[in-house]
Structure formats: structure tokens, C-alpha cells
């Protein structure tokens, strides 16, 4: 269903009427050197998940980064004014028409919408930038990246069972999911890719922290825009719908679409985007990484 091909470059995600073949290359050249399959010090590696450039039609399609409302005219006209913003208040982001389709999917098509979004998310992450930089995510047990999925995006796994509201306020885990996207934009960008897929797992005695998930949802959806491929929420109960029912106000309806519930008895719903080798025995998989456990409490 999935194949494994070699890394596509992102800009094929455009229309050719969107971006001139010279800023294709000039943008979508890949870093150089190895990429860890995990963003954990000290974890073993497995092997990295490499897909072959589809044709443009079949990459829009995979990435899901072109919809009715967003036509190439408004990509246009929304990078035209995020050069404009750049230029006037941040000269040193670089500003690109990825940026702007990404933009323009988060906000149908509307620029002021796309560009205040990406205004106020730039802000957001200047007023952080050292607290953002200080944190260290080889040492980060509750939110790291893992693997590969099916289609060469990275994973990052949410492991709820390393939260408690007394040791962190809601601040300082969403600086935790900053500094973690920060480290899965460079994974993307060496895969040549722009989503990643998460799995939220959600066992029993995770503490459910209201204010923290309103707060980290609101950060994704403000400074990480069309970014997840899918979420995977694991294991999924009476419970888990309770708190999907409160938290779901919070979540733009096309992240809804991205979202799949897999029940307790049937971890194999998570082989349809995660190959065994690259998903941890704790979720049905081959991989024997250890997800990392709180101390008990005494």
C-alpha cells in the first residue's frame, strides 16, 4: 500500500505555476550527514525509511497540501505578502513558497489569515528563542521522535504517562513540543518530506492535564500548520472518547480528519502507517525500544 522509494524533493508539492525550476533547486537541496531514527540519547537506530520522488500529482495527493479553496494565484498572493512582513519586521527568517502553500491550506486561501498566523508565530518563538534553545531533546521522555512511517515521515511519540502537572505547568511542556518540532523540521527536511506522524499514547494512569493539552494543541495548530500527516492516539477507551469530547473544541476540523483512535485489542490498526520493524512492541510492533517509565510513586 505504502511503498519505499528514494527521498522526493518538498517543492514538487507545488505546482510548477508556483515556483520557477530554479528556486526548486535552490530550496529543496537536503543536508548532509546521517539522521538519527531517534531523538533520545543513547537509543538503538532502526532502519531509515527512504521513498522515491512520485510524480507531483501523487505527492500533492500523499501530503494532502492541495484542497479546493487554495488555488496557485492565492499561494501567490499570500508569499507575496509574507516577503513583504519578512522584509519589514524579520529579516533574518527565510521565506519560502512552501511556507506560503502551508499557510494558505491552514487558512483557506485567505492572506491576512496566513499571514497574522504566521506573524504572531514568529513572535511567539522570538519571545521563547533561549528557553526553546536550552532544552535538550536528547533527554526529552515525554515528547521524542522514533522511527519512520510508511511513507518516510518522522514519528514522534507523545508518551503521556511522563506527565505530571505538579512537576511542569503547561509553558513549559509546550517549550518541550517546540524544541521537538524544531528537531522533526530537520528530519523533514532530509527526507524531503512535510508532515510527520505522531502516536499519543494515552495508557492507563496518564494524567489527564486539561490546561496543558488546550495549550500544546493551540501551539501545533498556531506555529506547526499543516505539518501532521497522522496522529495516532493509543490506547483508546470509554475514557479517551470523554476527553477527545472536551479537547476536540479546540482542534481545527481538518486535524480531525487526521486523527485515527486505535482500540486496546486492535494495536494491528497501527500497520497501516507504521511497518513493524519501526513501531515499538508496546504498540504492537518489532521494535524493542522501551518507551521511557516514570518512577513509582511512593
Known sequence: LFPRFLPPHPHFLLHSAVLNMSELREE???PEGHISSCSLEGASEVPRVLIQRPSVAELIKLEELEIAE?????????????VACQEADFPEVKVTKLIARRLAVANPGNPAAAVEQWRQSLLWRQERKDAIAAHDCTKETLIFRRGWDRLGHPVLIWNGRMHRAAD???EEVTIAMAAATEEVA???QAQGLEKCTIIVHLPAGTEWDWRMGREV???????FPERLYRALIYPCGFWTQVAWSMLSVVVHPRTVNKLRFVAKDQPEDFLEFISP??????????????????PEKR
Open 70 to 82: 487554495v488555488t496557485s494565484e492565492q499561494v501567490d498572493a499570500i508569499y507575496e505578502e509574507l
Open 168 to 170: 511542569r505547568t503547561p
Open 217 to 223: 494543541i493551540s501551539f501545533l495548530q498556531q506555529s
Open 277 to 294: 520493524e519501526q513501531l515499538p512492541e508496546c504498540f504492537g510492533g518489532t521494535d524493542d525500544f522501551q518507551l521511557p517509565t516514570a
Open 186 to 188: 530537520a528530519a523533514l
Open 28 to 30: 529543496t537541496e537536503p
